[in-house]
């Protein structure tokens, strides 16, 4: 494919704003629920959030009722310590976590002054190479 007639990225990065409190999370979810709602299609699998680092790396994230599944990239390793900080998790053997959902406002907050973008993804393959889980 000619550069001419690539297509563009179906979604584009948004640059972060800094998140302070448990109602700018709150607000923050919704609008990212409303969001994927209007772009992602039914059949579409493996959607979420890419948090892209200011220091270096990503982490995608997936929500459910019950789990927050995080999949942290090699470059990315560094911030394990801060996802513990928040949530109380232990560090799991690999880069997957799986957190309760009740986790997901301390994680946003204390990821928030690291994050530089986040971009919606679909097709990504969450826990899918092997890893364990932590729970």
Known sequence: MTASTEQPPR?????????????????????????????????ETGYGICFTLAEGGNIYMQTAEDAVVLDVDDDA??????????????????????????????????????VASTTIVVGHRFGSRGRRTNY
């Open 11 to 43: 979604f584009r990065p948004r640059p972060w704003i800094h998140l302070e409190t448990p109602q700018d999370v709150e607000l923050w979810i919704d609008e990212h629920n409303l969001a994927m709602q209007d772009l992602i299609k039914p059949q």
């Open 77 to 114: 390793s560094w911030i394990a310590p801060l996802i513990h900080a928040a949530t109380g998790a232990e560090s799991p053997p690999g880069s997957y976590w799986l957190l309760p959902a009740d986790k997901l406002t301390q994680l946003v907050i204390g990821l928030s002054s690291l």
